[in-house]
């Protein structure tokens, strides 16, 4: 099974939901994270979480469903902000 990555961008001042901004499976998955990794930008690893963001269309807000797992996820970043003392 290749490899699945999916890149998020929120910005509450401009969007009411999270917006894919990156997608991609096999060598562009493996370039999403190495960017992601190259710029210190968070990664985290959720199976059914990419595989449904996957689908979706580059710059569009994530539908209501995603929202909770989506959420969880900005969470995870808020923690690791506070943890690590830096923001992402």
Known sequence: MPTKAAALKYDKDKAQAPTVIAKGKGNIAEIIIKKAKEF?????ANKALVNSLIDLEIDHEIPSELYKAVADTFI???KNEKQFGKKF
């Open 40 to 44: 210190n930008v968070p990664i985290f």
């Open 76 to 78: 995870w970043l808020m």
